[in-house]
C-alpha cells in the first residue's frame, strides 16, 4: 500500500524551528520528485518546497528562501524539512507529495503531485 506519512509538526514560538519527516512506504522515493506543500487557513495550497528526482534540483517559494531547507534519504526512504526562523504566517497544515515526473514544476505548482500525506500541523505563536 502506498503511503506517505508526515512527522514533526507542533507549536513553536517565532523564530523557532521545526523539522518535517516525511516517510514513505509502497514506493521508492528516488524516483519522483518530492515536495512540501502547505495550507494556511482561508488560504490556497502553496508549495513551499520540491526535491527533484534526476539531477537533485530544488525550488523554494520565495516566502521560504532562505529560511527552509528540504532534503531527502534515499537510504531510508525518507524527506525531510528543516524550518528555521518560523514566523506566524507559516502556521499551516504541511503535507508531503510525491510527483511521478522526475522534476519539480518551475512553479512550485501543488497541482502536479500524484500521491499525498495527510499532513502535520504547524503552528507558530508565542
Known amino acids: 500500500q502506498l503511503q506517505l506519512v508526515e512527522s514533526g509538526g507542533g507549536l513553536v514560538q517565532p523564530g523557532g524551528s521545526l523539522t518535517l519527516s516525511c516517510a514513505a512506504s509502497?514506493?521508492?522515493?528516488?524516483?519522483?520528485?518530492i515536495g512540501w506543500v502547505r495550507r494556511a487557513p482561508g488560504k490556497e495550497r502553496e508549495g513551499v518546497a520540491c526535491?527533484?528526482?534526476?539531477?537533485?534540483?530544488?525550488y523554494y517559494a520565495d516566502s521560504v528562501k532562505g529560511r527552509f531547507t528540504i532534503s531527502r534519504d534515499g537510504g531510508k526512504n525518507m524527506a525531510y524539512l528543516q524550518m528555521n526562523g518560523l514566523e506566524p504566517e507559516d502556521t499551516a497544515v504541511y503535507y508531503c507529495?510525491?510527483?511521478?515526473?522526475?522534476?519539480?514544476?518551475?512553479?512550485?505548482?501543488?497541482?502536479?503531485?500524484?500521491?499525498w500525506g495527510q499532513g502535520t500541523q504547524v503552528t507558530v505563536s508565542s
Open positions: 507529495a510525491a510527483d511521478r515526473g522526475y522534476s519539480c514544476s518551475a512553479s512550485g505548482s501543488p497541482s502536479v503531485y500524484d500521491y
Open positions: 509502497g514506493l521508492t522515493l528516488d524516483y519522483y520528485a
Open positions: 526535491y527533484s528526482s534526476g539531477d537533485g534540483a530544488i
